[in-house]
């Protein structure tokens, strides 16, 4: 059974950071991202990376402040990282892990079988 474990999420002011973990084992190439849904909108891609080639896709909405990366140095621990800068309000949303094994990615959620519980971001004007 693939399983992910999310961490990282927690409460910041604006121009603040925060770097989301992403646990996934075992190690294979996948197609990695994450989704944040806030109260009452849909469940919205914000990153994508696929671990075969190291190809990064990001929403407009956090280019240039988000980045999305994956280390396999150690295959008990494969891990996806989204490293957050200069937060926003409009950030604040729960985020979730999601992932496949394929050498193909996609931002559509109804592509990944294999999601995390989920990290709340809260960010405060």
């Known amino acids: 059974r693939i399983q992910l474990t999310e961490s990282g999420g927690g409460s910041v002011q604006a121009g603040g950071s925060l770097r989301l973990s992403c646990g996934v084992v075992p190690r294979a190439a996948w197609c990695m991202a994450w989704f944040r849904q806030a109260p009452g909108n849909e469940r919205e891609p914000v990153a994508t990376?696929?671990?075969?080639?190291?190809?990064?896709?990001?929403?407009d909405a956090v280019k240039d402040r988000f980045t999305i990366s994956y280390d396999d140095h150690d295959d008990r621990n494969n891990t996806a990282y989204l490293e957050m800068r200069n937060l926003k309000p409009a950030d604040t949303a729960m985020y979730y892990c999601?992932?496949?094994?394929?050498?193909?990615?996609?931002?559509?959620?109804?592509?990944?079988?294999?999601w995390g519980q989920g990290t709340q971001v809260t960010v405060s004007s």
């Open positions: 990376i696929l671990t075969s080639n190291g190809v990064e896709t990001y929403v």
């Open positions: 999601a992932a496949r094994s394929d050498y193909h990615c996609s931002s559509d959620a109804a592509f990944f079988p294999f």
